[in-house]
């Protein structure tokens, strides 16, 4: 999809961390943690938007662990849905608290668990090396893979269209 008016109604992101938002890539600490990667320019276009007065939810199938929810606090991103398997019962409840209406709502999705929620959203969009439902299912999808820069393209999409894509 290269027309960017779809983009321009969008006041909602719903971003799943696992293959999105961290690199797919995971190591398992000496003490049985989790360490994710993730990229400093998905960092600055998160701490962007939510400056500017976007919602951002941010879904995970895994738990979410003191150090990741600091630092995902600190961004400004306080609707964090962890341990959630199903996502569209979090996407419905999130959609359902807000009062939204789905057309304005941006899902960037990367595998299995993202499939219907990202149905249900105004505008589905996941990384290139989304799992295959996913880019089947993905009205956008972004050049940039999970946890290396996919989140900065789509957030600073809506951002630049809004006039929001600038600091200061």
Not at 138 to 145: E, L, N, Q, W
């Amino acid at each position: 999809m290269n027309n960017l008016e779809a983009f321009r109604h969008i006041h909602t992101f719903m971003i799943d961390l696992d293959h999105v938002l961290a690199s797919p890539l995971f190591r398992i600490e000496a003490d049985g943690h989790m360490s994710w990667q993730f990229s400093r320019k998905d960092e600055f276009a998160l701490r962007l938007a939510v400056q500017s007065g976007y919602n951002i939810a941010v879904l995970s199938g895994e738990e979410l662990s003191p150090g990741l929810e600091e630092w995902l606090r600190s961004l400004g991103l306080n609707d964090l849905f962890f341990e959630t398997i199903d996502r569209l019962d979090a996407y419905e409840e999130y959609v359902e608290s807000r009062k939204m209406d789905s057309e304005g709502i941006l899902y960037l999705g990367g595998e299995l668990p993202d499939l219907e929620p990202m149905m249900k959203a105004g505008l589905p969009a996941c990384p290139v090396d989304a799992g295959p439902e996913i880019l089947g299912a993905a009205h956008y999808i972004s050049p940039f893979k999970g946890g290396n820069g996919c989140v900065r393209d789509v957030l600073s999409k809506v951002l630049k269209l809004h006039h929001n894509w600038s600091v200061g």
